[in-house]
C-alpha cells in the first residue's frame, strides 16, 4: 500500500536569528546530507529544526561542530503517491488503530510522491497499522 519505515529526525535547537535557515540547510548540504523532510518553527529566542534526512548521523555530526543542541527522535515516515486524501487515509488507519499522533508534517518534491512523517504515541503499532 505505502511505503511505510521507522526512521531517525533529528531536532536541532538554534538561536533564532536571522539567517539561521541558510545556515543549518547550508551545514546539511555541505556535509553531503539530503533533506528529505523537515518542519521548522520559533518560539521566543530559540529556533526549533524537525529533520528526515538521508544520513542522520552523518547530519548530527555536522550540526554538534556548530555546538547545536542535537536530539533524535524515532518517527514513521511513509511514502506515499501525491494525490488528494492520501494523508487523509493514512490519519483514519491511525485513528482506527487508536494511535494518537504528537506531530506530523510532510515534503513533496513534485514527482508524484510525497514523504509524510508522524511522531506517535505508538510508532510500533503505528507501523504495524499502516504496512
Known amino acids: 500500500m505505502h511505503a511505510v519505515k521507522e526512521d531517525t529526525e533529528l531536532h536541532i535547537v538554534v538561536p ?3 539567517g539561521i535557515l541558510g545556515r543549518v540547510l547550508g551545514t546539511m548540504a555541505n556535509a553531503g546530507v ?16 524537525l529533520l528526515v534526512t538521508d544520513n542522520y548521523r552523518k547530519a548530527q555530526t555536522a550540526l554538534k561542530s556548530l555546538r547545536y543542541k542535537v536530539m533524535l527522535n524515532k518517527v514513521v515516515t511513509v511514502a506515499v503517491t501525491d494525490r488528494i486524501g492520501a494523508g487523509a487515509e493514512i490519519g483514519a488507519l491511525l485513528g482506527n488503530a487508536v494511535i494518537n499522533i504528537l506531530y506530523a508534517y510532510g515534503s513533496s518534491g513534485g514527482a ?3 514523504l509524510l512523517v508522524f511522531h506517535t504515541n505508538n510508532n510500533k503499532r503505528a507501523l504495524e497499522t499502516l504496512r
Not at 539530503?34 to 529544526?49: I, P, Q, T
Open 34 to 49: 539530503n533533506v528529505k523532510a523537515m518542519c521548522v518553527s520559533s518560539e521566543g529566542d530559540r529556533g526549533h529544526f
Open 112 to 114: 508524484g510522491q510525497s
Open 16 to 18: 533564532n536569528d536571522p
